[in-house]
């Protein structure tokens, strides 16, 4: 018999969306030079608010991972991204491993000295 279990993803947060659907736009476009940039326009279909869009955008463009065009148009540097999601990778692996080098430490210390 088959199961009719659904099974629970985590539900992403609104500026991860958000972000999903403004890169989502650009790399359907191929928007990655500023030879191939595409109108402010190209998100006028998103599910989002314009504030929400703009918002995003203005983020990104802060970053380096979106970049404007003197004539107003938007291309995804695709490089930049890359390098920003193996650092935000090599944060969470920190956070994880060093508690956990520091805990063993502790515990070993703990063993050493009583």
Do not use: C
Not at 21 to 45: R, W
Not at 49 to 68: E, R, Y
């Amino acid at each position: 018999m088959a199961d009719n279990k659904k099974t629970k993803k985590s539900k992403p947060t609104g500026e991860a969306t958000a972000a999903k659907y403004v890169l989502g736009v650009l790399k359907k476009a191929h928007a990655t030079s500023p030879n191939k940039a595409v109108e402010i326009s190209a998100f006028k279909d998103l599910p989002l608010s314009t504030p929400t869009i703009s918002f995003t955008i203005a983020n990104f463009i802060d970053q380096g991972v979106i970049h404007q065009t003197e004539d107003n148009r938007y291309w995804f540097d695709v490089a930049k991204w890359q390098s920003m999601e193996k650092s935000v990778v090599r944060g969470y692996a920190m956070s994880l491993w060093v508690p956990l080098v520091l805990g063993l430490l502790a515990v070993i210390a703990f063993k050493l000295f009583f």
